[in-house]
């Protein structure tokens, strides 16, 4: 039903790419190994293309449309449809083995030209459908940050690398033509105008530019540049400009998106600030300030249509507002949600769940127990409790309970204060469970079994019941009526338990092809979910273990971390593949 896709995967220092849509209707970046599409205007409208094995860097879409060229760490280039929700595999290439850190496509769609940081070579052109080579791309000796291409013809190629230069290229067949010196570090971005007549370069010196400096095969390249952009000729390379004159930015440029009408450019810098030009007359037409933290620097652009978008190093996507620079027309936080001011948790939250207070109770990496209110959303000072050992899983209960399982240890909590602790239970305690009564508390250990425990005032007491799973267990829970117990384990399989029975065994759910990770009631309390490391999740019927939903490769090649329900017919579940996801279940 919905996707709530995750936000641009951010690295400091490192440009961000995020691709277009020739239609204009959508824009796509990466995460993980996740290419995620958006729609422009309304980006709570999303989708994701899991097919890469490895953590991919840049996505593009051919200028017809109907494909995209995503690159990965390893050097390989998927060509696939955008068409169908499958968007199946069209080609599949390896130009070099290295990462991809750039991909341009000649205006018909045919052609291809791909760069970054291989062994023998740093760039590949070639013909989209059968991979042979067009061109060379020469001129660098060091890793190739960008690439573009002329989108009319005359082709041209332009290039820009670590090794402080920018390369122009003739074709095709692509020849090199000469080096770009002008820049004085790192080249993070080139990019051609939409009507051909002039490219820009930016760089880590913070320096922008457009136009053409002739040097030799190898040129010479000065020494520390200013901050500029330069602006070229877009057919003979020769040097227009330098925008801003010796300085654009007061940080290092990196990333830069020329204007559908090719007369202004914006540009993204580590000075925390978006910038468009009027490259015609060469001036500043808007400043955009993103902030004073250093998570507000801007690492990637976008000029569609009328959208212009940057991307923050927090991942947030900035959508700029022209009629006033100092606030953006909305920030997207991923989907349409809240989040929470202050200070949280400052290590992984390893489990969260909500109290009968309407309270987010969390426990975290960070050896805390947290208590957030949801009306205010502000990690105050307060609600904290620090434990003596990491914390894995919590449950609530009513009358102001929390059980947590530690490493080697459980923890009960009245009130959000520490009330009493078994110390080495004389078994490795992993998730926990309370009886929506309030007087049991079911503990899943790494021994296969689950131990019942009464609250009794402000101690825990072993039942000395033992209920066999039939693995390792990795995740438990009461149904909401309190009338059964469903375990999972490493084993694949599901065991319901009947509390009225005396915790006998009710049923015994098989299906999983992997270790199942979590499992959650449906309110109805005749059905739950349970997800695994297979990618799979299954909606069980309680009296019927035959009777199932099955939600195949519900987060292609990332296993389901979580599920919850939102009501009988609603399930939503979250992913390694950060994104989460809203099914709607019909039995």
């Given at each position: 039903e919905k996707v709530?896709?995750?936000?641009?995967?951010?690295?400091?220092g490192v440009s961000k790419i995020v691709g277009g849509d020739p239609k204009g209707n959508n824009f796509l970046y990466t995460n993980g190994k996740c290419v995620i599409l958006r729609n422009i205007d309304n980006p709570a409208i999303a989708d994701i293309y899991t097919e890469h094995a490895h953590q991919v860097v840049v996505a593009k879409y051919a200028p017809s449309g109907f494909y995209i060229a995503s690159g990965d760490v390893s050097g390989k280039l998927r060509i696939w449809d955008t068409t169908q929700k499958e968007h199946l595999l069209?080609?599949?290439?390896?130009?070099?083995?290295?990462?991809?850190?750039?991909?341009?496509?000649?205006?018909?769609?045919?052609?291809?030209?791909?760069?970054?940081?291989?062994?023998?070579?740093?760039?590949?052109?070639?013909?989209?459908?059968?991979?042979?080579?067009?061109?060379?791309?020469?001129?660098?000796?060091?890793?190739?940050?960008?690439?573009?291409?002329?989108?009319?013809?005359?082709?041209?190629?332009?290039?820009?690398?670590?090794?402080?230069?920018?390369?122009f290229f003739e074709g095709p067949p692509f020849k090199f033509k000469f080096t770009i010196g002008d820049h004085g570090r790192f080249v993070n971005c080139v990019r051609f105008s939409p009507d051909g007549n002039r490219f820009a370069t930016a760089s880590a010196d913070g320096q922008v530019r457009s136009g053409a400096g002739r040097w030799g095969a190898r040129g010479v390249c000065s020494s520390l540049g200013p901050l500029v952009i330069f602006i070229y000729d877009g057919k003979t390379g020769e040097k227009v400009c330098?925008?801003?004159g010796s300085k654009a930015h007061d940080g290092g440029i990196y990333a830069i998106s020329w204007s559908p009408d090719s007369?202004?450019?914006?540009?993204?810098?580590?000075?925390?600030?978006?910038?468009?030009?009027?490259?015609?007359?060469?001036?500043?037409?808007?400043?955009?300030?993103?902030?004073?933290?250093?998570?507000?620097?801007?690492?990637?652009?976008?000029?569609?249509?009328?959208?212009?978008?940057?991307?923050?190093?927090?991942?947030?996507?900035?959508?700029?507002?022209?009629?006033?620079?100092?606030?953006?027309?909305?920030?997207?936080?991923?989907?349409?949600?809240?989040?929470?001011?202050g200070k949280g948790h400052t290590n992984q939250v390893s489990r969260m769940t909500v109290d009968e207070h309407g309270q987010l109770v969390s426990c975290s990496m960070d050896d805390t127990v947290r208590y957030t209110n949801l009306t205010l959303r502000d990690y105050s000072g307060q609600g904290v409790?620090?434990?003596?050992?990491?914390?894995?899983?919590l449950a609530v209960g009513p009358g102001g309970y929390t059980v947590v399982v530690c490493i080697g240890q459980i923890v009960l909590l009245k009130?959000?204060?520490?009330?009493?602790?078994?110390?080495?239970?004389?078994?490795?305690?992993?998730?926990?469970?309370?009886?929506?009564?309030?007087?049991?508390?079911?503990?899943?250990?790494?021994?296969?079994?689950?131990?019942?425990?009464?609250?009794?005032?402000?101690?825990?007491?072993?039942e000395g019941k033992l209920l066999e799973a039939k693995g390792p267990v990795t995740d438990l829970a009461f149904s909401h009526?309190?009338?059964?117990?469903?375990?999972?384990?490493?084993?694949?399989?599901?065991?319901?338990?009947?509390v009225a029975d005396g915790y006998s065994e009710n049923n015994v759910f098989y299906g999983h092809h992997a270790k199942i990770v979590c499992l959650a009631w449906s309110p109805d309390n005749e059905h739950f979910a349970s997800g695994g490391m297979d990618m799979m999740v299954?909606?069980?019927?309680?009296?019927?273990?035959?009777?199932?939903?099955?939600?195949?490769?519900?987060?292609?090649?990332?296993?389901?971390?979580?599920?919850?329900?939102?009501?009988?017919?609603?399930?939503?579940?979250?992913?390694?593949?950060?994104?989460?996801?809203?099914?709607?279940?019909?039995?």
């Open positions: 709530f896709a995750s936000l641009p995967q951010v690295e400091r069209k080609y599949e290439y390896q130009p070099f083995a290295g990462k991809i850190k750039d991909i341009a496509w000649t205006e018909d769609s045919k052609r291809i030209a791909v760069v970054g940081e291989g062994r023998e070579k740093f760039g590949a052109v070639f013909l989209w459908d059968s991979g042979s080579s067009v061109g060379e791309i020469t001129g660098h000796n060091k890793v190739i940050n960008s690439v573009d291409i002329k989108q009319s013809r005359p082709y041209r190629l332009v290039t820009g690398s670590d090794d402080n230069c920018a390369a330098a925008l801003g007369t202004h450019l914006l540009s993204a810098s580590g000075d925390k600030t978006s910038k468009i030009w009027d490259v015609n007359v060469n001036s500043v037409v808007n400043t955009f300030t993103m902030g004073s933290n250093v998570l507000d620097q801007q690492l990637g652009c976008l000029w569609q249509k009328d959208h212009l978008l940057s991307i923050s190093l927090s991942g947030y996507i900035n959508y700029l507002d022209k009629n006033n620079p100092s606030k953006p027309l909305r920030v997207i936080k991923t989907g349409e949600n809240d989040s929470f001011a409790v620090k434990l003596d050992v990491q914390p894995k899983c009130d959000q204060r520490k009330c009493f602790s078994i110390d080495n239970p004389g078994y490795e305690p992993e998730v926990v469970a309370v009886h929506p009564g309030g007087e049991t508390v079911a503990v899943g250990g790494a021994d296969g079994n689950v131990r019942l425990y009464s609250i009794l005032g402000t101690t825990l007491k072993d009526d309190g009338a059964f117990l469903a375990v999972c384990d490493a084993s694949k399989v599901v065991t319901v338990f009947s299954y909606v069980w019927t309680l009296s019927d273990p035959e009777t199932r939903v099955k939600i195949q490769d519900a987060h292609r090649l990332h296993h389901v971390s979580s599920l919850a329900w939102l009501d009988e017919h609603t399930l939503v579940t979250t992913s390694h593949d950060a994104s989460v996801k809203e099914w709607t279940i019909a039995y």
